[in-house]
């Protein structure tokens, strides 16, 4: 397995323009990426919706309500209580509020909750994604995101031509990093662990990917440490860019 050390070319060389550096030929075999939605929406745009609204306040809202998101994820999975993605951004977005002692009228409430139905697209996704259409690469989200909520995104974004039809966690009712999750990749593309590369965008989602057994890339564009897990990624990747050069 390859470390982070091993892959640094990934982590700072762009990939238009340049020949693709050899990978291991466990690598070259790839006929799908299965792709968090972050790794193709930028989440700032959230904070950039709560402070329009909430001036002053929006990073640290906007981190609250992120963190809360996912808490009640976990929590739900582990407890066999599942609600969809959209349903708990909700309950998170009122427990933020209420922690923070922010009264939100009823039109604030719905424009940052909508915020999760426009998020911006990353400058270097549509190229990424022009590359690999021209391979033959199949391309779904894996994503704890409803499917409404992606369908959304991608319509605002002009990306909807790119990706098959969502491996949504609300299919198997889990959230990931649950392998019942992950376990949608082999079951709806056909194809083996192995042939299907996993994008994840938080080191979270790299290391539960990895655990399942893809071979897994975190592109890593927020620049934060790895999880302290016993699982690391086939490769780190600071863009879009990183996840082509690693198919070779």
Known sequence: MRTAAGVAGLVSVPWHGLEA?????????????????????????????????????????????????????????????????????????????KTLKISLTGAQHDAL????RNLTPWPDVREGLVELRRRGIRLAFLSNLTAAMLDANLRAGGLGEFFEPHLTTDRVQAY??????????????????????????????????????????WVNRAGVPQEELDAQPDAIAKDFGG?????G
């Open 176 to 217: 990931k990093p649950s392998p019942r999750a992950y376990q949608m990749g082999p079951d709806v593309f056909r194809l083996k662990k192995n042939e299907i590369a996993f994008a994840a965008f938080g080191a979270w989602d790299a290391a539960g990917a990895k655990w399942f057994g893809y071979p897994t890339v």
């Open 21 to 97: 550096q050899d990978t291991p030929s466990s690598h070259t075999g790839i006929k799908a990426i299965a792709f968090d939605g972050f790794v193709i929406f930028d989440p700032r745009s959230v904070e950039k919706r709560v402070e329009e609204h909430l001036p002053g306040k929006g990073a640290e809202f906007a981190s609250l309500w992120r963190t809360r998101q996912f808490e009640y994820c976990w929590l739900r999975t582990a407890g066999d209580q599942y609600a969809d993605f959209w349903r708990l951004t909700d309950d998170a977005l009122r427990y933020t509020a």
């Open 113 to 116: 909750m909508d915020a999760y």
């Open 243 to 247: 996840l082509i050069r690693f198919l």
